[in-house]
């Protein structure tokens, strides 16, 4: 038995898979977010600890006869995150969060500091990531800066807090701009230009391989025998891939968690940094993917839905379901920018805009706006990929995280995007399902059995009718941001 942990930002999700790779149970707990100032992101370690063990006794509570079987562990988390640890491994402040905005200055600083950023990491700097953030503290908190002994992705302070070692895998580390992703190895100029050095960071280990094991204290915590293995793991996305099977080159998925990917698998390091796609090592040695990235998905989906309530999600998708298309035709358009926006406009200052607003108009009308411009959202990543020689129109994509629930986003999705999309059977726990699979592989399961294609629940393919309307949309949907971009930045009222 195998344990997928998914540390999220908007919770943790866990996974017991069994050695048929039938997941056996899930389990999840709550996170929130906190924003103590406009763009900014933060939580408590603590709190994920604390989010963990919450969802470790459901788990028990539910399967405790699998429970007691389980040999390895795999994690997943949130990417980009910054754990700061003091010389006693105390955490010093509040974690900076992937969606965190403060650092925008930052990134330019470093790319003028280290001029080969971009061929070394294979990203552009952006404020999300990891690094633009330490170059702000060493700014604006120095006295804490002082303090740092040690910086961890977020997973990877849950690893440290159950294993004592400080270990990171090569996709998550990919997503700091300290990692030299051709060479998966720390980049020594890239970290000294953040006032640190390899002191700082975390052993590296590919995400299959063994990374620690589960101290005895927490083993009788959780009513686990000793010696319980640990896999070096995978950012969110990486661990996806390996959930619904993505190994080779061309195989990959669409997200819609909180936040909406595109990701294919690439079977050499290729970067596209000059159009915001990101170029990242795979959890699986020898292997890279790129991946088009927005800051708000299905996020901004549960943000309409509690704004125009009463009504869940699944009611107002349903409601979406039933609209003619004349009247999605006349619908508001809607920039899904709602924390900035990452491929391709890399601009932490844009927000989100309804465009078109009229008083007929709806809660119904709204959520179908949202769903519209995250789908848009996502084309513009696919097709800055496609510009880069990546995200071939016809190739099927698996489509995970919690949105996909949603049939009518999903058909929506395939004919915004131009190809056929398949929802794997257990799309939302793909990243803790992806954990445990790696788990398996450390405990020495051989990758071609333990990461196979998951079997289809659903098959959606573009419609024509529906293609056309989106064409239209799309064309008014791509002249806003440029004619807005501007506003994005104008001071707010009595700042000036």
């Not at 002082?146 to 849950?158: E, G, H, S, Y």
């Not at 709602?338 to 406009?345: D, F, I, V, W």
């Not at 009308?365 to 949202?370: N, P």
């Amino acid at each position: 038995m195998y344990l997928g942990i998914d540390l999220g930002s908007s919770g943790v999700k866990l996974l017991l898979l069994d050695e048929r790779q039938q997941p056996q149970s899930t389990a999840d707990a709550a996170l929130a977010q906190h924003r103590p100032q406009p763009t900014w992101s933060e939580q408590h370690p603590a709190d994920w600890l604390a989010a963990l063990e919450r969802a470790v006794a459901q788990l028990r509570a539910q399967a405790p006869a699998a429970w007691r079987q389980i040999r390895g562990i795999g994690l997943s988390g949130q990417m980009h995150g910054a754990v700061l640890l003091g010389a006693q491994e105390q955490v010093l402040r509040p974690a900076i969060l992937w969606n965190d905005g403060r650092a925008d200055a930052e990134c330019a600083a470093l790319e003028r500091a280290v001029p080969a950023a971009r061929q070394i990491t294979g990203n552009r700097a952006m404020p999300g990531f990891t690094a633009p953030k330490l170059l702000w503290l060493r700014t604006h908190e120095p006295a804490l800066f002082a303090q740092i002994r040690r910086v961890l992705l977020p997973k990877d302070w849950l690893r440290l807090q159950l294993t004592g070692q400080a270990v990171s895998d090569m996709s998550d580390a990919s997503g700091t701009l300290w990692l030299d992703v051709g060479a998966r190895a720390w980049s020594d100029p890239l970290l000294q230009a953040c006032g640190l050095e390899r002191a700082h960071m975390p052993a590296l280990a590919e995400g299959s391989a063994r990374a620690g094991v589960l101290r005895d204290d927490v083993a009788r915590r959780w009513g686990l025998p000793a010696g319980v293995l640990l896999a070096a793991g995978a950012g969110d996305n990486a661990a996806s891939a390996v959930g619904v099977g993505a190994r080779t080159a061309g195989q990959g998925f669409v997200s819609l968690g909180t936040s909406g990917v595109v990701f294919r698998v690439t079977q050499s390091f290729a970067p596209a940094a000059e159009r915001a796609v990101h170029a990242f090592a795979h959890a699986l040695p020898q292997r890279w993917h790129q991946m088009a990235v927005m800051l708000s998905a299905a996020s901004a989906f549960g943000w309409v839905t509690r704004l125009t309530g009463p009504g869940d999600e699944a009611q107002r998708s349903a409601a979406v379901g039933a609209m003619a298309q004349t009247r999605q035709a006349q619908a508001p358009l809607f920039l899904p920018y709602l924390s900035g926006e990452r491929t391709p406009h890399n601009d932490p200052a844009a927000s989100g805009v309804f465009m078109g607003l009229r008083p007929g108009h709806d809660a119904t009308d709204l959520a179908y706006a949202v769903m519209e411009g995250v789908g848009f959202g996502l084309l513009d990543g696919l097709n800055a990929m496609r510009q880069a020689g990546t995200g071939d129109a016809d190739t099927a994509l698996a489509l995970v995280g919690g949105g996909a629930r949603s049939d009518p986003w999903a058909q929506l999705l395939a004919s915004a995007l131009g190809c056929p999309l398949q929802r794997p059977q257990g799309a939302h726990a793909a990243a803790a399902l992806g954990a445990a699979r790696l788990a398996a592989m450390a405990c020495g399961g051989d990758e071609a059995q333990w990461c196979q294609p998951l079997p289809a629940d659903a098959r959606f393919t573009p419609q024509a009718a529906q293609q056309a309307l989106l064409a239209e949309r799309y064309a008014r949907f791509v002249a806003l941001y440029p004619a807005l971009q501007s506003q994005f930045r104008a001071p707010a009222p009595g700042t000036a």
